[in-house]
Nanobody, 122 residues
Framework: QVQLVESGGGLVQAGGSLRLSCATS????????MGWYRQDPGNPRELVAV???????NYADSVKGRFTISRDNIKNTVYLQMNSLKPEDTAVYYC????????????????WGQGTQVTVSP
């Protein structure tokens, strides 16, 4: 069973930076969109940034100019560089990917990472 493995969360002061990484646990046939969502207690999960395969990335307005999503299609990895962090960025960040694990699978399947905590102190 393919899994998305995240790393890079932690505690940082406001104005600081963190870099999140997310990779597939095994080699897969094809990946379409990869991205990041976040959720804090009491609120629904929200899009942070997504990167369509071969397309332009899309960002939430709240992170434009501060966060950058990138991907390495050879390593099946997506990154989120977070700069100028604010306390309101505090949340659990989830990696997302649409994957065809094997060549004979006809449709992309949505996968989620286990989540990594990002905490920004004032």
């Amino acid at each position: 069973q393919v899994q998305l493995v995240e790393s890079g969360g932690g505690l940082v002061q406001a104005g600081g930076s963190l870099r999140l990484s997310c990779a597939t646990s095994e080699t897969v046939f094809s990946i379409n969109t990869m991205g990041w969502y976040r959720q804090d207690p009491g609120n629904p999960r929200e899009l942070v940034a997504v990167s369509p395969n071969g397309g332009d990335p899309n960002y939430a307005d709240s992170v434009k100019g501060r966060f950058t999503i990138s991907r390495d299609n050879i390593k099946n990895t997506v990154y989120l560089q977070m700069n100028s962090l604010k306390p309101e960025d505090t949340a659990v960040y989830y990696c997302y990917a649409e994957i065809k694990a094997r060549w004979y699978i006809s449709n992309y399947v949505a996968y989620w990472g286990q989540g990594t905590q990002v905490t920004v102190s004032p």
